[in-house]
Structures are given as structure tokens and as C-alpha cells.
């Protein structure tokens, strides 16, 4: 069964820290970018990180120097380190393969 399995979330202060994973089938992992996304109620679902099979990263500004993504390609695994965390960061954080599959979501929430 492919799937894409996120977890990592919860509730942290501004300023603080989480570390996301997402366990990948290895099918749907092996040789694609992949990425994380996020959706805050009433927003549309954002890029917030990307990383190419071989390494290579990209971020938006508004989490660059931040958040890092990293992947495990022999573990199948993909995590999101978030520092410095703001409350806009509050949202619903979604792995997702470039194969064409998005993970269930995890909920992020920053506040004090």
C-alpha cells in the first residue's frame, strides 16, 4: 500500500521548536522530489519546503533560515525541522511525493 505517513506535530511556543517526519513508501520516495506544505484555516495550501532526490533544497522566504528539510533515502523518511516558530506558522503540515501523493497532515499550532 503506497501512503505517505506525517507526525511530529502539537502545540509549542512562539519561538520554539518541532521536528515533523514523514514515513514514505519506498516506491513513492525513491528518485522524487518531495516536499512539505502547509494550510492555515482559510488559506490556500503553501509550499514550505522542497528536496530533490539528490539533495538539493528550496524554501520560501517567509521560513527561510527557519525551517530545513531533510530527507533519509535509505529509511524512506522525510523531516521538517522548525525553529524560531511564529503563531502564523500555526497550521495543518502535509508531506507530499512529486509521484502524485499527499500525506494525511499533522497539526502545527503556535501559541502561547
Known amino acids: 500500500q503506497v501512503q505517505l505517513v506525517e507526525s511530529g506535530g502539537g502545540l509549542v511556543q512562539p519561538g520554539g521548536s518541532l521536528r515533523l517526519s514523514c514515513a514514505a513508501s519506498r516506491s513513492i520516495f525513491s528518485g522524487y522530489t518531495m516536499g512539505w506544505y502547509r494550510q492555515a484555516p482559510g488559506k490556500e495550501r503553501e509550499l514550505v519546503a522542497q528536496?530533490?532526490?539528490?539533495?538539493?533544497?528550496s524554501y520560501p522566504d517567509s521560513v527561510k533560515g527557519r525551517f530545513s528539510i531533510s530527507r533519509d533515502n535509505l529509511q524512506n523518511m522525510l523531516y521538517l525541522q522548525m525553529n524560531s516558530l511564529k503563531p502564523e506558522d500555526t497550521a495543518v503540515y502535509y508531506c507530499?511525493?512529486?509521484?502524485?501523493?499527499w500525506g494525511q497532515g499533522t497539526q502545527v499550532t503556535v501559541s502561547s
Open positions: 528536496i530533490s532526490s539528490g539533495g538539493r533544497t
Open positions: 507530499r511525493s512529486l509521484a502524485g501523493f
